[in-house]
């Protein structure tokens, strides 16, 4: 079973950093896509950052520029940098990984951005 354990949110102010990870079981063996969605009250959940098993990363629009998606294969981690964080930022952050054709999600981080 694939069981993804995520940690790094917390409460910053705007302008500031935090580095998400989420550590994922077993080997990469099998591993097409990780990465993280968010979602916050009132507004419909959207992708972050992901990374393929080859390295692409890809970006939501609102985060290009200020976060960066990062892998550490020999500990079976994947990091979310983030910096230059807005109060929109806020939200619920979802890391998911999507193996052997099936999707796993962990429990959700919470992101505060304010003042």
């Known amino acids: 079973q694939v069981q993804l354990v995520e940690s790094g949110g917390g409460l910053v102010q705007p302008g500031g950093s935090l580095r998400l990870s989420c550590a994922h079981s077993g080997s990469n063996y099998g591993r097409a896509a990780m990465g993280w969605y968010r979602q916050a009250p009132g507004k419909q959940r959207e992708l972050v950052a992901n990374i393929v098993s080859g390295g692409s990363t890809k970006y939501g629009d609102s985060v290009k520029g200020r976060f960066t998606i990062s892998e550490d294969n020999a500990n079976n981690t994947v990091y979310l940098q983030m910096n230059s964080l807005k109060p929109e930022d806020t939200a619920v952050y979802y890391c998911?990984?999507?193996?052997?054709?099936?999707?796993?999600w962990g429990q959700g981080t919470q992101v505060t951005v304010s003042s």
């Open positions: 998911f990984i999507i193996k052997f054709g099936r999707d796993y």
